[in-house]
């Protein structure tokens, strides 16, 4: 009898102990804290957005989905980014505005577009710059395209890497491109830029600028003979079908570019922006594999479905890039040094 009117005393001391402390906890918010944190996830320090105007399957909008992962992953979820594709934040030029006055954080942009607002990218869209693919990434991963990528922050954007959009051919549906000849008198569709149509008339065609959406119907009713675009363009167009000889000539590779805004990067720490602009880098280096592989892809599929493909001789290279010396004279003459600097990278 006394053990268990001993037992019950020390259950009534404990008990009362137990809910003294519970007390306790509850008006510090100990608890509270304790038992929200356990039943949720931490909550990203920043959640911002990026836009890209390609679908989902483009190589640039896959290389966006590694950053937004390797951002989240090398933050420990502190930052998370929201890829917006298809161009659902607008046109790439919108975009660049967004960007510039903060409305939007990240996006991958074409060289085209940056030219529009810094005229020296008119530099690396001229016509026959690159000896070949790695002579351009030599360019653009050295000392040059640091320069590049420095000039944009008078702009109000901070650039993070380059991306990969394959070299541009001329297509047509009337005949194989050989020679400088064969591009006589020629209907070439070109994209609203001056420069692309001082190339085409500079190499002996007429170039007629007309909406990309409009091109198909174009060449299936001969409205123009041909267009230039590169091998995963002609493809999802559909332009193969309607002009199926395609000359390799590699008349320009336009670079991408990866942006920040620059309001967003002043937000971050150092620390934040030496993760980011590494994931960046990594990003691109995977959007590049994307984009051969890719490019080979299509190519094959297209060999296969009845495309004749052309490859210029060596000789008709110097000739084409001679014949559209006049076109660095008109857009690039105040930056000659620097397209003198790119020829002599080896």
């Not at 000039?151 to 380059?162: C, H, I, Y």
Request: proline share 3%; net charge negative; with cysteine.
């Amino acid at each position: 009898m006394d053990k268990q009117i001993a037992k019950r005393a020390a259950f009534i001391v404990f008990a009362v102990a137990a809910a003294y402390f519970f007390i306790i906890l509850l008006k510090s918010g100990t608890l509270g804290k304790a038992l929200f944190l356990g039943s949720r996830k931490e909550a990203p320090e920043y959640v911002l957005s990026y836009a890209d105007n390609q679908p989902e399957d483009y190589p640039t909008v896959q290389g966006a989905r590694k950053f937004a992962e390797l951002v989240q992953e090398k933050t420990s979820g502190r930052i998370k980014i929201n890829v917006f594709a298809g161009g659902e934040m607008g046109s790439e030029n919108e975009v660049v505005e967004q960007l510039q006055y903060g409305g939007l954080d990240f996006a991958r942009v074409s060289v085209m577009i940056l030219a529009e607002i810094k005229p020296k990218f008119n530099v690396l869209q001229l016509p026959y710059l690159y000896r070949d693919e790695k002579h351009m990434w030599k360019v653009l991963d050295g000392e040059i395209g640091e320069e590049f990528k420095d000039d944009l922050k008078e702009s109000d954007l901070v650039a993070l890497s380059w991306y990969d959009a394959g070299a541009r051919h001329f297509y047509n549906s009337s005949r194989p491109i050989k020679c400088v000849e064969d591009m006589k008198k020629m209907r070439i569709r070109v994209a609203n830029s001056d420069m692309m149509s001082a190339m085409v008339e500079a190499l002996g065609a007429r170039a007629v600028p007309m909406a990309y959406s409009e091109v198909y119907a174009a060449l299936e009713t001969s409205a123009i003979d041909g267009a230039e675009n590169n091998w995963p363009s002609y493809e999802t167009m559909g332009h193969y079908e309607v002009a199926k000889y395609i000359t390799l000539d590699a008349h320009t590779r336009i670079p991408e570019m990866q942006v920040a805004s620059k309001a967003t990067w002043e937000k971050l720490s150092d620390a934040d922006r030496k993760i980011i602009t590494a994931c960046a880098e990594e990003s691109a280096r995977y959007e590049r594999r994307l984009w051969e592989i890719r490019e080979e892809n299509v190519r094959q599929r297209l060999i296969k479905a009845g495309c004749i493909v052309t490859e210029l001789s060596s000789s008709e290279q110097v000739r084409f890039r001679a014949a559209v010396m006049t076109v660095y004279q008109m857009y690039c003459s105040e930056y000659i040094d620097v397209v003198n600097r790119i020829a002599q990278i080896r």
